[in-house]
C-alpha cells in the first residue's frame, strides 16, 4: 500500500501526471534530452500556473464571496462541494479509492486504444473524486476487495472516456483544432447540454464579437472587462451585506471574511476598498489560470503525438476544464454570472417544491462551481449560438447543478453523508444511477453491470458498422 499511495500520491496530481505524459511522448518521437527536458518543465510549469490561478481565486474571492452572498441574502442550505465529501469519504475508504484510480487509469487508456473513444483523462484529482465515490457507493451494493476495485476500475474508465466524448463536438468548435485536444472534467454532460441549448440561437453574434461604443472600447481588453464587472458585483453584494450587519457579525461564522470583519482593529479594511481589491483580485486570478492554459496547450499537443502515433493510435488528451477560457474570455464572465443567476433561480423552485410538495434538500448557489463549470459552459454556449446561446446554456446549466445534486442528495444521506453532496453534473448524474443500482440489484448482478460499461464499448467498436469517414482511414 506504500507503494500504491506513492503512486497515486503522483497520479493524483495533474502537474506531475501531464508532465509524465508529455515526457513519455517526446521520447516516443526520439527526441533530443534537452528537447524532452524543456517540453516536460515547461508542461508542469504550465499546470502549477493554473493550479496557482485557480487557488488563488478560490482561497481568495470566490469563496469569500459565497459567504458573503450567504448572508447578505439570509440564504440557508447545503453547498455543493466535491473536495468536502471526498475527504470524508477518504478516512474510511482510503485504499479502495487508490486501488479504483490506478485500475481505472490503466483501463482508461485500453478503452482509448480498443474503443471509439480515442480519450486520455488528465484531470488527476477529479479522477481521485470519481474513484472515491464509486468506491462508496459500490461497496453499499455489496462489492469488496477485488471486486469493489475491478468494478469501480470499470465504471471509472468508462466515464473517463464517455464524459469528454459527449463534449467534444462542440469542444471542436470552441478551440478549431479538430480533436487535437479534449475536454476532462467531470461537468461534461452540463457543458454538452449547454452547447445543445446554444445550437437554439445558432448564427448568433459570438460574445468575443461585441461592439463597444468608441468609448467603452478598453472593455475589449478581458482582465479591464472582468475587473469592471467584478468590482460592480462584489460592491453590491457587500453593500447589501454591510446594510443587514455583517461588520458586527460574529467572526467566527466565517471561513473566508475576516479580512472584511476586523473592525476595530489595526488590520480594519473599509468595506469599500475591500470590495474593489476583490473584484480585482479576481480577474488576476482569471489571468493567471489563462497563462497556465496557453504555457500547457503550447507542450501538451505536441508531445501528445508520440502516445498518439506509438501507443494509443488517435489518442486525445483531455485537459481540465480552464483549457476553454482563453477561446472566449468574455463568455467565461459571462456564463459564471449568468449560471449563478440560474444557481439562484433553482434554489427558488426548490424552496417552493419543499414548501408545498416534498422535503427536498435546498442547494445553495456555490461560486466555485459556478465560476468553473457556468463559465465552461458559457463559451460551450458561445460555440454553438453566439452571445445568446452563452446566456440560455449557462442558464440552464445553473439549473442542472442545483437539481441533480438536490436529486443525488439522498443517495449521499443513506450512505451516511448528510449535508455534503457532490457540485459537477457527471459526480451527480453517475452517483444517482449507481446508487440506485447498488441498492436495486447488490452484489454480482452489480458486478456485473460494472464489468460491462468497460466492455461494450470495445465489442461495441468490432462488432457495429463503423463510418465511411473512418473506415476509409
Given at each position: 500500500m506504500a507503494v500504491i499511495n506513492f503512486i497515486v500520491s503522483i497520479l493524483s496530481e495533474?502537474?506531475?501526471?501531464?508532465?509524465?505524459?508529455?515526457?513519455?511522448?517526446?521520447a516516443l518521437q526520439g527526441k533530443a534530452i534537452e528537447?524532452?527536458?524543456?517540453?516536460?518543465?515547461?508542461?508542469?510549469?504550465?499546470?502549477?500556473?493554473?493550479?496557482?490561478?485557480?487557488?488563488?481565486?478560490?482561497?481568495?474571492?470566490l469563496l469569500a464571496f459565497g459567504e458573503l452572498f450567504n448572508y447578505a441574502f439570509h440564504m440557508q442550505g447545503v453547498v455543493p462541494n466535491n473536495e468536502a465529501v471526498v475527504s470524508m469519504a477518504l478516512t474510511q475508504f482510503g485504499s479502495d479509492s487508490a486501488l479504483i484510480m490506478c485500475v481505472g487509469m490503466v483501463l482508461n487508456i485500453v478503452?482509448?486504444?480498443?474503443?471509439?473513444?480515442?480519450?486520455?483523462?488528465?484531470?488527476?484529482?477529479?479522477?481521485?473524486?470519481?474513484?472515491?465515490?464509486?468506491?462508496?457507493?459500490?461497496?453499499?451494493?455489496?462489492?469488496?476487495?477485488?471486486?469493489?476495485?475491478?468494478?469501480?476500475?470499470?465504471?471509472?474508465?468508462?466515464?473517463?472516456?464517455?464524459?469528454?466524448?459527449?463534449?467534444?463536438?462542440?469542444?471542436?468548435?470552441?478551440?478549431?483544432?479538430?480533436?487535437a485536444v479534449g475536454f476532462g472534467h467531470f461537468g461534461g454532460i452540463g457543458y454538452a447540454i449547454a452547447?445543445?441549448?446554444?445550437?437554439?440561437?445558432?448564427?448568433?453574434?459570438?460574445?468575443?464579437?461585441?461592439?463597444?461604443?468608441?468609448r467603452l472600447i478598453f472593455l475589449r481588453d478581458t482582465t479591464v472587462a472582468i475587473s469592471i464587472t467584478m468590482m460592480i458585483f462584489f460592491l453590491i453584494v457587500?453593500?447589501?451585506?454591510?446594510?443587514?450587519?455583517?461588520?458586527?457579525?460574529?467572526?467566527?461564522?466565517?471561513?473566508?471574511?475576516?479580512?472584511?470583519?476586523?473592525?476595530?482593529?489595526?488590520?480594519?479594511?473599509?468595506?469599500?476598498?475591500?470590495?474593489l481589491e476583490s473584484g480585482m483580485a479576481f480577474a488576476g486570478g482569471v489571468y493567471i489560470v489563462l497563462s497556465g492554459v496557453r504555457l500547457i496547450v503550447g507542450e501538451i499537443v505536441p508531445a501528445f503525438k508520440g502516445i498518439s502515433e506509438k501507443l494509443v493510435p488517435g489518442a486525445v488528451p483531455a485537459i481540465d476544464c480552464p483549457v476553454c477560457?482563453?477561446?472566449?474570455?468574455?463568455?467565461?464572465?459571462?456564463?459564471?454570472?449568468?449560471?449563478?443567476?440560474?444557481?439562484?433561480?433553482?434554489?427558488?423552485?426548490?424552496m417552493a417544491v419543499d414548501a408545498n410538495l416534498a422535503p427536498v434538500a435546498l442547494i445553495l448557489p456555490g461560486v466555485v462551481p459556478h465560476f468553473f463549470c457556468g463559465a465552461s459552459a458559457g463559451v460551450f454556449g458561445n460555440a454553438e449560438g453566439g452571445l445568446k446561446g452563452c446566456v440560455a446554456g449557462a442558464f440552464v446549466h445553473g439549473l442542472l447543478i442545483t437539481f441533480l445534486?438536490?436529486?443525488?442528495?439522498?443517495?449521499?444521506?443513506a450512505l451516511g453523508f448528510t449535508s455534503a453532496t457532490f457540485s459537477d453534473a457527471d459526480f451527480s448524474w453517475l452517483g444517482i444511477v449507481f446508487g440506485n443500482l447498488a441498492q436495486a440489484a447488490p452484489g454480482m448482478p452489480l458486478f456485473v453491470i460494472c464489468l460491462l460499461c468497460f466492455v461494450v464499448p470495445i465489442v461495441y467498436n468490432f462488432v457495429a458498422p463503423k463510418p465511411k469517414a473512418a473506415a476509409a482511414e
Open positions: 495533474p502537474a506531475l501526471l501531464v508532465g509524465l505524459l508529455a515526457l513519455v511522448g517526446l528537447d524532452i527536458v524543456m517540453g516536460t518543465v515547461k508542461t508542469v510549469v504550465g499546470f502549477l500556473v493554473l493550479s496557482a490561478g485557480a487557488s488563488y481565486l478560490q482561497s481568495g474571492s478503452l482509448a486504444r480498443f474503443s471509439r473513444m480515442h480519450y486520455i483523462f488528465l484531470t488527476g484529482h477529479h479522477t481521485l473524486y470519481m474513484a472515491c465515490m464509486l468506491a462508496v457507493v459500490l461497496s453499499i451494493g455489496g462489492l469488496q476487495g477485488p471486486m469493489l476495485i475491478i468494478g469501480g476500475g470499470c465504471v471509472l474508465a468508462m466515464i473517463m472516456v464517455l464524459s469528454p466524448a459527449y463534449c467534444q463536438p462542440t469542444f471542436r468548435k470552441v478551440t478549431g483544432a479538430g480533436d452547447g445543445q441549448v446554444g445550437k437554439l440561437f445558432k448564427g448568433g453574434k459570438s460574445t468575443e464579437d461585441i461592439n463597444f461604443p468608441k457587500t453593500g447589501v451585506a454591510v446594510a443587514n450587519g455583517i461588520l458586527d457579525a460574529d467572526p467566527s461564522q466565517f471561513t473566508n471574511l475576516n479580512v472584511l470583519l476586523n473592525v476595530g482593529t489595526e488590520t480594519t479594511t473599509n468595506w469599500i476598498v475591500w470590495a477560457f482563453p477561446y472566449a474570455p468574455n463568455a467565461v464572465i459571462i456564463g459564471f454570472l449568468v449560471s449563478f443567476v440560474g444557481g439562484i433561480v433553482g434554489l427558488l423552485i426548490l445534486p438536490a436529486i443525488c442528495m439522498p443517495v449521499f444521506t
